[in-house]
């Protein structure tokens, strides 16, 4: 038995691990959700060597809010989902509702459902907080 469990990579937001600086997930789908968080969370041209990763949703969240908007949201997080992660299907993405104690503080809420090509009938789903 090994001494310790087998990791796959680092989690999302970074906080401290147990058996390390950092605390890494320990499952194939918790590593897959914070590399989907990792992805939308970056902004394009952030990524030191690859000014293409990330995602366009920080330009779009702070655009005029009309009608289209959650259709161009659900749009640039499918465009960077089908160039760095193309075993992801979305099913959907929505914003929630605003908090009246979250309007001063300039934050919005998205929630985005994805599955897997790979496996069908595996769903999960993740709240992004910009």
């Known amino acids: 038995m090994p001494k310790y469990p087998i990791t796959y990579g680092v989690t999302l937001p970074f906080v401290r691990g147990q058996l390390g600086y950092f605390q890494a997930s320990e499952d194939t789908l918790s590593q897959i959700k914070s590399n989907f968080i990792n992805l939308v969370m970056t902004k394009k041209g952030e990524r030191v060597h690859e000014p293409r990763f990330g995602c366009d949703l920080h330009t779009i969240v702070f655009e005029q809010n009309d009608e289209d908007m959650e259709d161009k949201t659900f749009d640039a997080i499918a465009e960077a989902v089908a160039t760095w992660m193309p075993f ?16 001063d503080r300039y934050t919005v809420k998205l929630y985005v459902k994805y599955g897997f090509t790979f496996n069908p009938n595996v769903f999960d789903e993740v709240v992004i907080t910009f």
């Open 88 to 103: 992801l299907v979305l099913q959907e993405s929505q914003y929630l509702t605003i908090d009246p104690h979250d309007i």
